[in-house]
């Protein structure tokens, strides 16, 4: 990716074969040296992705450099959660290729999640040990409000 080339945010229109692919290779990269973190592999991610799709198409968000899908954020905008006794948005899914990482399309994702889910609680869960996405998330004021196993509950309140 050259300093010029430019990343757009863009709704996902559909879940082909060849995107649902491509997802999944960013995942499972995306993930690499966290596998606890990643699921169980290829058929896990695949599954979980048309989960994805199925539950929040509205809100699945895909950042792209050129023609190339760089990274993606799945928001719901109706997500009952059984720990706040209520309807909240949540964030099932955030992942940026590594070969991509740590070039600000993170950013440009979370902040088109944020408008998409604007005036809403945001709970997401995080790896205990995901430091790196911890922090990321705790600069838009998500804050670790639970723990299950392995993962915390991070929730950001509507402002
Ligand atoms: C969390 C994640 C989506 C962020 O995406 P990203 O495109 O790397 O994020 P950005 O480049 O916009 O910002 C990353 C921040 O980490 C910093 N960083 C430092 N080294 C980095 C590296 N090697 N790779 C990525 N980020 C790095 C960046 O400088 C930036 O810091 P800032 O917030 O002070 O600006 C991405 O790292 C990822 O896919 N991680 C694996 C999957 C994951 O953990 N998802 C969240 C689980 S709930």
Not at 29 to 35: I, K, L, P, S, T
Request: net charge positive; glycine share 12%; aromatic share 14%.
């Amino acid at each position: 990716m050259t300093e010029r080339e430019e990343v757009k945010i863009e709704k996902l229109q559909k879940l082909d074969q060849s995107t649902l692919e491509r997802l999944v290779e960013i995942y499972m990269r995306g993930y690499e040296g966290m596998r606890e973190y990643g699921g169980e592999g290829e058929s896990y991610a695949k599954r979980y992705l048309h989960w994805c799709w199925g539950k929040a198409r509205d809100g699945f968000f895909v950042a792209k450099v050129g023609d190339e899908i760089a990274g993606f954020i799945v928001c719901d905008n109706d997500w009952y959660s059984k720990y706040e006794g209520r309807t909240v948005g949540a964030i099932h899914e955030f992942v940026v290729d590594k070969k991509f990482q740590g070039k600000g399309i993170g950013h440009k994702l979370m902040k088109k999640c944020l408008e998409y889910l604007s005036g809403k609680d945001i709970e997401l869960w995080v790896g205990e040990k995901n430091e790196r996405a911890k922090r990321f998330y705790e600069e838009y004021g998500f804050r670790e409000v639970g723990k299950h196993g392995i993962w915390v509950r991070m929730v950001r309140r509507k402002r």
